[in-house]
């Protein structure tokens, strides 16, 4: 059956025109992403050669090598991801199934939002104030890790929230009803159906986190030094983004510099596709 039928033409000249118009919109954000994507990877991807990623940059032979820059990546999602999880997941839980003040909720939901439109900029001198200069932990990745948790809380918490919103209330009343507790029934029950929104926030997590270079110059540093995970952690570290920064700025010029964008993207390629297996395994032991 036609949806159109007994519409005036007018008004079907309308919907032509706005579905148009979107079409339209569309297709130049596509396209605007898709001739970012493969014009980086176009000058990037030839521009990287096993010994730009496996070597230390050194001075005295004038080489460049991202092993450290890579290392330092990796060493800081998975700190931030540590803290991060953790405190954003539970402060969605208590707004959503504990707290009682309808005022509480929507006072915290709006500095959440004002939070996540505050400059990255302005996360870097705090971070230097707080976790540099007054906990004394000096410039390190720690302290660009914390840095970054105060960053993407209100992200994560608020997409855990709204999956929170999305489970049914007859699974919690069923729940309930055969006697389990309340928090038996968040662990077992709503939990278990939001991790799509958890694994959904964490991706744009490590997205801003991989992104960021303005608050890293603050708090992380410039070097570049090999170290393992617990000791460069308190150590100052670059990571991909704030050596793209440096060596196109200050050493290789344009080419590493896209080698380095490149490796970003692959990198964000496949934190995506393994979040997004975590998340099908996730949802097939869910439905099981």
Sequence with gaps: MNRLA??????????????????????????????????????????ISWELLTTEPSYINDTIG???????TLYIIIATLFFVVPLSVGAA????????SRRLVAVIEYAAETLSGIPSIIYGLVGMLIFCELFGFETCLLSGALTLVIMNIPTVMRTTQESLKSVPDS?????????AGKWRVIKTVVLPCCVDGIVTGCILAVGRILGESAALLFTAGFSHDLNGLFEGLFK????LTVALYVYTKERAGLEVGFAIAAMLMLMTLAINLLAGAVKRGFKKRRDL
Aim: hydrophobic share 55%; glycine share 12%.
């Design 6 to 47: 007994g519409i005036s033409k007018k008004r079907r000249v309308k919907i032509a025109l706005l579905k148009a118009l979107m079409l339209i919109a569309v297709a130049i954000a596509s396209g605007i992403v898709i001739f970012l994507a493969v014009y980086v990877l176009a000058r990037g991807l030839k521009g």
């Design 66 to 72: 991202i092993l450290p820059d890579i290392l330092n």
């Design 93 to 100: 839980i208590y707004l959503n199934e504990y707290a009682k």
């Design 171 to 179: 699974l919690r009343e069923g729940a309930f009803g055969l006697g």
């Design 236 to 239: 100052s570290g670059a990571t």
